[in-house]
T-cell receptor
Framework: QKEVEQDPGPLSVPEGAIVSLNCTYS??????FMWYRQYSRKGPELLMYTYSSGNKEDGRFTAQVDKSSKYISLFIRDSQPSDSATYLCAMALAQGAQKLVFGQGTRLTINP | KAGVTQTPRYLIKTRGQQVTLSCSPI?????VSWYQQTPGQGLQFLFEYFSETQRNKGNFPGRFSGRQFSNSRSEMNVSTLELGDSALYLC???????????FGEGSRLTVL
């Protein structure tokens, strides 16, 4: 069993829809949780960075962490075709740790 | 400001050969990490360097090695290539030991 599980999709939704992306994990020692976006033929770029349980909002993006359930989510409101990409969750044991454990990534397509 | 630069972008090798990949971090960044990305395993941590010292290593065989130079540029080497080493190798740099990872576009290795 992988330490971090993420549904690879693909997920296809119409423009303007609310998108929900999720990851579960098994290691309760994870403290820092991230979401990366990866466009085709590009490297991942950091979208959201959260510590422990709670919510964090940045524009159209909201990240949620529920440590009791070992479950994290990323919500995208008013989705745009430019949001079409692969979304990867990532986790770290310590602040600033460069060793991240990634989920498989979910391929998302927003249809105009 | 230039991003993380990886060379070569694409390369093809045959089993048993060795390969060296290069990474130039963002100017001023002293921390460099390497990841392997495959469709089956996703993104997996290889190793991390800071000030020419390997700080952390992932669960990869000894055929995978790396180093960092005094100018923070880094190289990774894979010896005795196997078919399963075909992957996208991503380099990421960080301004300091506890900072956001900025990824390059990767070097795509195909082993025949």
């Amino acid at each position: 069993q992988k330490e971090v599980e993420q549904d690879p999709g693909p997920l296809s939704v119409p423009e303007g829809a609310i998108v929900s992306l999720n990851c579960t994990y098994s290691n309760s020692a994870f403290q820092y949780f991230m979401w990366y976006r990866q466009y085709s033929r590009k490297g991942p770029e950091l979208l959201m960075y959260t510590y422990s349980s709670g919510n964090k909002e940045d524009g159209r993006f909201t990240a949620q962490v529920d440590k009791s359930s070992k479950y994290i989510s990323l919500f995208i409101r008013d989705s745009q075709p430019s949001d079409s990409a692969t979304y990867l969750c990532a986790m770290a044991l310590a602040q600033g740790a460069q060793k991240l454990v990634f989920g498989q990534g979910t391929r998302l397509t927003i249809n105009p | 400001k230039a991003g993380v630069t990886q060379t070569p972008r694409y390369l093809i090798k045959t089993r048993g050969q060795q390969v060296t990949l290069s990474c130039s971090p963002i100017s001023g960044h002293r921390s460099v990490s390497w990841y392997q990305q495959t469709p089956g395993q996703g993104l997996q941590f290889l190793f991390e360097y800071f000030s020419e010292t390997q700080r952390n290593k992932g669960n990869f065989p000894g055929r995978f090695s790396g180093r960092q130079f005094s100018n923070s540029r880094s190289e990774m080497n894979v010896s005795t290539l196997e078919l399963g080493d075909s992957a996208l190798y991503l380099c990421a740099s960080s301004l300091y030991q506890a900072g956001e990872l900025f990824f390059g576009e990767g070097s795509r290795l195909t082993v025949l």
